[in-house]
């Protein structure tokens, strides 16, 4: 895979886990409503995926990229992020809500350690310790989000 597919995949991959779960999770905190968090989703799908996008289109092109490798890079992100983040929204429509919450985080940590796991064979690094720093980073930023909704809920509560 060239590098500039690989470069906007990981970043869509990583952005779409990561900001997906952090708004399922501090809204789930703060309103407990599907209706909210799903919307939530498809507004990361669609606006947070072409905003990346355009971040990682403008950044290409600051780092002097000739065009078809921005073409590239922004085309992967868009689709990795929104197809990811999309995923996202079928266990909250048919699970109950806290357990849909459950298995989201679960699904973000699968796709988060496969992810890991090929960029630290691919640098020959130790597996277990790119896994863990990533995951780490990923349940320190669901921990913060849902703590801001609960703070949130109980302040305008």
Excluded at 13 to 38: D, E, R, Y
Excluded at 47 to 55: I, K, P, T, V, Y
Excluded at 65 to 92: D, Q, Y
Excluded at 124 to 144: C, D, G, Q, Y
Aim: charged share 15%.
């Amino acid at each position: 895979m060239k590098i500039s597919f690989k470069k906007g995949f990981s970043f869509g991959l990583t952005t779409a886990i990561i900001t997906t779960l952090a708004l399922m999770v501090g809204l789930n905190a703060s309103t407990s409503s599907v209706a909210v968090i799903i919307s939530g989703i498809l507004i990361i799908a669609i606006a947070d995926s072409l905003s990346d996008s355009l971040g990682m289109h403008i950044s290409e092109e600051a780092s002097e990229k000739n065009s078809k490798e921005v073409r590239e890079s922004t085309l992967s992100t868009f689709l990795a992020k929104f197809i990811v983040s999309s995923t996202f929204i079928l266990p909250v429509l048919v699970l109950p809500l806290q357990e849909a919450i459950s298995l989201s985080i679960i699904w973000g940590l699968i796709l988060i350690t496969i992810l890991s796991f090929f960029i630290a064979k691919r640098d020959e690094k130790n597996p277990l310790w790119t896994i863990s720093e990533h995951i780490a980073l990923m349940l320190f930023i669901v921990f913060l989000t849902h703590n801001i909704g609960t703070w949130i809920s109980s302040v305008i509560a």
